[in-house]
C-alpha cells in the first residue's frame, strides 16, 4: 500500500486540488502527506499509518475520501480497498481453471478472434482466428500461455504490437490489479519474480503502481502474413466465472483491416485445427516451471 499511495500522491500537484502554492522548491514531487491528510479529513498521524501498512480496520469512508483527493480511477479504488484488507482475513483458496466447454464452442462458432484470460493473464482458450492473429498459444507449454510472459519475453509478439509500450503498461496493470486481490497467489509471485528477472521493460513499468481494469478500445498490430490491422477490441466478464474474461477483435466492415482479416482467416483455415472442446489442457505445474526459469 505504501508505494501505491506515494505513487498516487506524487502525480498531482497542490494547485490541482485547491492548495495555494507559494513558491520555491519542494522537497517531494506532488502531495504531502500533510496536505492529504487535512483535505481527506485525517489526523496526519492516522495517514502514516495507513500509509505505512499499519492501519487497522479502515473504513470505507477514510478511503473514500482519501481517494477522492488523490482523483483515483474506480479499478485503482477498488485497488486501495483490496490493500487495505486486513491481512488475517482469510481469503479463498484459488480454483483450478476451467473454461467451460460451451464457452470454447461460442469462441469456435465465431467469425472474429476470440480468446478468454483468467487470473494472471493466463490464456485460457481461444478460437482458430485469435490464435492466427496473435500467435499459437495453444502449442505452448502450460507455463508459457500467459499474455503477460509473451509481451515481455517473446520476441514475436513484441514485434506483432505497434504500440508495444501501451500494451505492455496495461498488461502490468493489469497483473497490479491482481496482486491486490489475490495477495499471496504463488503462480502470479512467481510469474513477477521471472518477469522481473527477465525484463528491464516489466521492472520500469511496474514501478509506476498503475491499475487498470480490462475494457475496450483499439490496437494497432503488424501482422507477419497479413500485414498491418487496426482492430477494435471488446473485453466480457463471464457471468459465471468473473475471474475470466472473453476478449474479441474485429474490424470495422470496408476498412482494409477488415479485408485483412478475412485473408488471415481463410490463411488460418488451410493448415489449422481448433483445440479440443473445454480448451486448453490444464495448468498443473505451471508455477514449478516458472519457478525452474527464474533459478536457472
Given amino acids: 500500500m505504501s508505494d501505491f499511495l506515494r505513487s498516487r500522491r506524487a502525480r498531482l500537484r ?5 492548495l495555494v502554492h507559494h513558491g520555491g522548491r519542494r522537497r ?20 502514516i499509518r495507513l500509509e505505512q501498512g499499519r492501519g487497522q480496520n479502515v473504513s470505507a469512508e477514510v478511503l473514500d475520501a482519501i481517494s477522492d483527493v488523490l482523483r483515483l480511477t474506480p479499478a485503482e479504488r477498488s485497488h486501495l480497498a483490496d490493500l487495505a484488507r486486513p491481512a488475517s482475513r482469510p481469503r479463498p483458496a484459488p480454483r483450478p481453471p476451467r473454461l467451460r466447454p460451451a464457452v470454447q464452442a461460442l469462441m469456435d462458432a465465431m467469425e472474429v478472434p476470440a480468446y478468454v484470460v483468467g487470473r494472471r493473464l493466463d490464456i485460457l482458450g481461444g478460437n482458430r482466428l485469435a490464435r492466427a492473429l496473435l500467435g499459437d498459444f495453444a502449442a505452448l507449454p502450460a507455463g508459457r500461455r500467459n499474455t503477460a510472459w509473451l509481451v515481455f519475453l517473446d520476441p514475436a509478439t513484441r514485434a506483432l504490437y505497434a504500440d508495444w509500450e501501451e500494451k505492455a503498461s496495461s498488461v502490468v496493470a493489469f497483473l497490479r490489479r491482481d496482486v491486490g486481490r ?8 512467481a510469474l513477477i519474480t521471472e518477469l522481473s528477472a527477465e525484463s528491464a521493460d516489466f521492472r520500469r513499468i511496474w514501478a509506476d503502481h498503475d491499475v487498470r481494469d480490462k475494457d475496450f478500445g483499439r490496437k494497432r498490430l503488424r501482422h507477419p502474413v497479413v500485414g498491418p490491422l487496426s482492430l477494435a477490441y471488446e473485453t466480457l466478464t463471464l457471468p459465471a466465472d468473473p475471474e475470466q474474461q472473453l476478449v474479441t477483435y474485429h474490424a470495422e466492415p470496408g476498412t482494409p483491416s477488415a479485408a485483412a482479416l478475412r485473408r488471415l482467416a481463410r490463411h488460418a483455415a488451410e493448415g489449422d485445427s481448433a483445440p479440443e472442446p473445454g480448451g486448453f489442457p490444464e495448468r498443473a505445474g505451471a508455477a514449478e516451471r516458472r519457478e525452474e526459469a527464474v533459478s536457472a
Wanted: aromatic share 10%; charged share 25%; net charge negative.
Fill in 14 to 18: 497542490p494547485e490541482d486540488v485547491g
Fill in 28 to 47: 517531494v514531487p506532488g502531495l504531502r502527506r500533510e496536505e492529504l491528510a487535512q483535505l481527506a479529513g485525517v489526523s496526519v498521524a492516522y495517514y
Fill in 182 to 189: 489475490y495477495p499471496g497467489d504463488p503462480e502470479l509471485s
